[in-house]
C-alpha cells in the first residue's frame, strides 16, 4: 500500500483510522506533515507516545472535516472499518473537490460498487455519485490472511482521484433525490420508480421504460437537471 501511494516529503496527508499505526509508520517515512484522525481514546494515546511528530486529531471521522486539518488539498489515505466506509465515502464526495486524491483499502464489494458499470447488479446509488466526482482505480485485492482477526471478506485497495472535468449538473441534491428513489425500486421501470417527479419523458432521449440499473451516469444527469430546471418553473 505504501509503494503506490508515492507521496512526496512536503504532501499533507491525513490519514483516517490509523489503529495501531502499522500504516503510520511508512506514512511518516515518506511526508513531513501527516495528521490521523482516530476514534478511540486509548488508541490515541498510544499513537502519540510512539510517533511523536504525528498530528493526532481524537474524533468520529463522519462528524470531523477533513478539508480542514490542512492548509491546501489532503492526500487521504486509510484502511476503513467496513461499518463506515459508505456512509464516509458519501460524505466525502459531496465535496470532494476539496481532496486532491484518496487510497483506501475497503472491503471489496464496496470497490465493485464504486467502480461498477450500468448493467449490472452493483451498479447503483454510490457507483453514480462516485463516477460522478471521481475517477475510481481499482490497485488490488487483499485477502483476510493478512488481517488480525482475519475478516470473512477480501478487500480491495483503491485509488480515487477529483475528475477534473466534471457532467455539468445543476443541482447535486436533485441528483440524490432521483438516484433514491430509483434504487430504492430498482425492479420497476424508471417510469414507475419515478413517478413523483412527474418526469416529462418526451423532453429526455431517455427510455423510461427500462429498469433502473440500466440508465447510465449520462441518463441520471440529464433526469435531475430536468428535475430542477421543473423546481425552478422551466
Not at 512536503?10 to 484522525?37: K, W
Not at 485497495?157 to 434504487?183: K, W
Request: charged fraction near 30%; aromatic fraction near 6%.
Amino acid at each position: 500500500m505504501a509503494e503506490r501511494l508515492a507521496f512526496r516529503r512536503d504532501d499533507e496527508v491525513v490519514e483516517i483510522g490509523p489503529g495501531e499505526g502499522a500504516l503510520t509508520r511508512y506514512l511518516l517515512a515518506a511526508s513531513d506533515r501527516v495528521t490521523a484522525v482516530e476514534i478511540d481514546r486509548d488508541l490515541v494515546a498510544a499513537l502519540r507516545a510512539r510517533f511523536p511528530t504525528l498530528r493526532v486529531v481524537e474524533g468520529d471521522v463522519l462528524r470531523v472535516d477533513l478539508g480542514a486539518l490542512t492548509d491546501g488539498p489532503p492526500r487521504l489515505v486509510g484502511n476503513l472499518p467496513y461499518n463506515i466506509s459508505t456512509p464516509l465515502l458519501l460524505k466525502l464526495l459531496e465535496d470532494f473537490e476539496r481532496v486532491r486524491d484518496a487510497h483506501f483499502l475497503l472491503q471489496k464489494e464496496v470497490v465493485d460498487r464504486l467502480a461498477a458499470m450500468p448493467g449490472t447488479k452493483d451498479w447503483g446509488r454510490l457507483s453514480i455519485l462516485a463516477q460522478y466526482a471521481a475517477v475510481i482505480e481499482p490497485l488490488f485485492d487483499v485477502g483476510p490472511e493478512h488481517f488480525r482477526p482475519p475478516p470473512k471478506v477480501m478487500s480491495t485497495f483503491v485509488r480515487i482521484t477529483p475528475r477534473r472535468e466534471r457532467m455539468n449538473l445543476e443541482s447535486r441534491d436533485a441528483l440524490v433525490g432521483v438516484l433514491r428513489s430509483a434504487f430504492q425500486q430498482r425492479r420497476k421501470t424508471l417510469r414507475n420508480a419515478l413517478q413523483s417527479f412527474a418526469i416529462d419523458w418526451s423532453r429526455l432521449a431517455i427510455e423510461p421504460h427500462i429498469r433502473p440499473d440500466a440508465l447510465d451516469l449520462r441518463g441520471y444527469i440529464d433526469i435531475a437537471n430536468h428535475v430542477a430546471e421543473r423546481a425552478d418553473g422551466g
